[in-house]
Every structure is written in structure tokens, then in C-alpha cells.
T-cell receptor
Framework: DAGVIQSPRHEVTEMGQEVTLRCKPISGHDYLFWYRQTMMRGLELLIYFNNNVPIDDSGMPEDRFSAKMPNASFSTLKIQPSEPRDSAVYFC????????????FGNGTRLTVT | AQSVTQLGSHVSVSEGALVLLRCNYSSSVPPYLFWYVQYPNQGLQLLLKYTSAATLVKGINGFEAEFKKSETSFHLTKPSAHMSDAAEYFCAVSDRGSRNDMRFGAGTRLTVKP
């Protein structure tokens, strides 16, 4: 089991540029989550999917953020245009089953927007 | 909506001393509770979870947690701290009314002094 795979591990970009973060969940997992971690706000849930369908995107900060899950093995989180306040570590996590199952996290993407 | 509160953003103990990390939850229905650990530059890893089968839960690396409904608490303990326990620890809650998402506490950073 390779675990949840995120790419890239680090991303440095200039304000105004488009950023795409990628995630491959664990095979067979039917839930996928995107979290953002910062010193100020801790770990925030941005959006999650069940069977590739977005269930709750109320945590997405604004329209500049979008997420897709075109199939069971791939998801993207896109920021367009990026701003310095988007700098954070973005985690993808997956889970098999519902609310009583633990999450499995990737190692995150550290995004720096200058 | 359910939530967790972790008391103390930083805890420092000496090697060999008792580790106690506090977590209180708020939930309108019986919750599922989790403790995760995060090492530098890594994602969160599951330490243990409470699923109502037993109030005292044993996890990996010698950690355990006790669910106390009367106190709405789920504190994490380890009898003897090791240098390798230095990390950030997160309490999380999930319940039937949460539409299958998981909410995390702000985290407690554990420092172990030699």
C-alpha cells in the first residue's frame, strides 16, 4: 500500500499565478478530503468528496479555490489567481467508509506564494 | 456541530515522565474520537481511535486514551516519554450528524527534554 500520494511536495509561485495541487488516494477508499494547515488557523477542512462527488465545500475560502475528482484515483485542488495569504501546507486525506473510520493523510504540499 | 478543544498548545516534559495531553469534545450524539500525531514535514498519522467498544483505548507507541462521557473528555497519556515522542498531536471528532466529515483540534506540540 503506497499510501496517499501528493504532488508536488513544495511549490513556490508568484502572486497571480495558477497553482494546481494533486492527490492520489489509497486504492479502494471512497472518501477524499482536502485540508489546509497554517500556524494561525490550524487544520481547516476545505472540501471533501464521496465516490468522486463533492459533498461539502463550505470550507473553500473563496471562488479562487476549486477542487475536482474526475475519477476514484485522482483529485486536484486549484488556486487561481494565487495570493500570498494562500501560503500554507495543503493535505489530502482519504478514508474507506464513513464517519467511524480514520483518515489516511498524504505528506502534504507546502505552498509559498510570493 | 461537533468540535474538539485541546487544552495547551505546548506541553513540555522530561524524558521518562508522564505525558498528558488534554482533549474535550462537544457533540450532540455519541462521537467517534481520534488522536493523530504529526512529525515534522509529514502528514498526520493515526495513534488511536475510540469507537464505543471500550472506554480505555490503547494505541501505537505506548499511548492510550480514556473516554469519559461525564467529563466529555478524551485525554491522551503515556506513562514514560521518549525523545522520539516529540511531535504535534491532534484530537479529532466525527459523529453521525457530521455528514461524514472530521473536525480537528488546534493541536498540542509536545517537547521532550533529555
Amino acid at each position: 500500500d503506497a499510501g496517499v500520494i501528493q504532488s508536488p511536495r513544495h511549490e513556490v509561485t508568484e502572486m497571480g499565478q495558477e497553482v494546481t495541487l494533486r492527490c492520489k488516494p489509497i486504492s479502494g477508499h471512497d472518501y477524499l478530503f482536502w485540508y489546509r494547515q497554517t500556524m494561525m488557523r490550524g487544520l481547516e477542512l476545505l472540501i471533501y468528496f464521496n465516490n468522486n462527488v463533492p459533498i461539502d465545500d463550505s470550507g473553500m475560502p473563496e471562488d479562487r479555490f476549486s477542487a475536482k475528482m474526475p475519477n476514484a484515483s485522482f483529485s486536484t485542488l486549484k488556486i487561481q489567481p494565487s495570493e500570498p495569504r494562500d501560503s500554507a501546507v495543503y493535505f489530502c486525506a482519504s478514508r474507506q467508509g464513513g464517519w467511524n473510520s480514520p483518515l489516511h493523510f498524504g505528506n502534504g504540499t507546502r505552498l509559498t506564494v510570493t | 456541530a461537533q468540535s474538539v478543544t485541546q487544552l495547551g498548545s505546548h506541553v513540555s516534559v522530561s524524558e521518562g515522565a508522564l505525558v498528558l495531553l488534554r482533549c474535550n469534545y462537544s457533540s450532540s450524539v455519541p462521537p467517534y474520537l481520534f488522536w493523530y500525531v504529526q512529525y515534522p514535514n509529514q502528514g498526520l498519522q493515526l495513534l488511536l481511535k475510540y469507537t464505543s467498544a471500550a472506554t480505555l483505548v490503547k494505541g501505537i507507541n505506548g499511548f492510550e486514551a480514556e473516554f469519559k462521557k461525564s467529563e466529555t473528555s478524551f485525554h491522551l497519556t503515556k506513562p514514560s516519554a521518549h525523545m522520539s515522542d516529540a511531535a504535534e498531536y491532534f484530537c479529532a471528532v466525527s459523529d453521525r450528524g457530521s455528514r461524514n466529515d472530521m473536525r480537528f483540534g488546534a493541536g498540542t506540540r509536545l517537547t521532550v527534554k533529555p
